[in-house]
């Protein structure tokens, strides 16, 4: 864990920094219980090909949907996960849960209007792809 201290006019103001994720926090024992989280496992690379398993809806014509199908063109993490991650796609499951989690940015056109877009994914809402 790494201690900030950083020096304002008025006062001091120290804080501690998780290893993991970098995320600040005001006490030394919150940083030390982000540290103690598991890691996920990363399961896709850069260049990995992979097809999201809910479907997407075209910008243009919101009644045509598709299954986004690109490639990984960066990943960000570990990060904490959001509330709609645990609860969705990890069940609530315990052994799941509090943990640093990657996220996947896919690179996929959409076949209707053929527009590039990129967007985030978790590793549990995307399949690995192979052509």
Request: with cysteine.
């Amino acid at each position: 864990m790494k201690k900030i201290t950083r020096r304002v006019p008025a006062h001091t103001v120290h804080s501690f920094q998780c290893e993991v994720c970098k995320t600040k926090y005001r006490t030394e024992k919150q940083a030390q219980e982000c540290e103690s989280r598991t890691k996920e496992m990363k399961i896709f690379w850069v260049g990995d090909m992979a097809l999201a398993i809910e479907a997407r809806f075209c910008n243009k014509n919101s009644s045509f949907s598709y299954m986004a199908i690109g490639k990984i063109v960066k990943i960000e993490g570990p990060v904490l996960p959001d509330y709609e991650y645990e609860c969705k796609w990890l069940g609530g499951d315990p052994k799941r849960l509090n943990s640093h989690v990657y996220e996947y940015w896919l690179s996929f056109k959409c076949p209707h209007c053929g527009e590039k877009r990129k967007h985030p994914y978790y590793g549990p809402e995307l399949r690995s792809k192979r052509f």
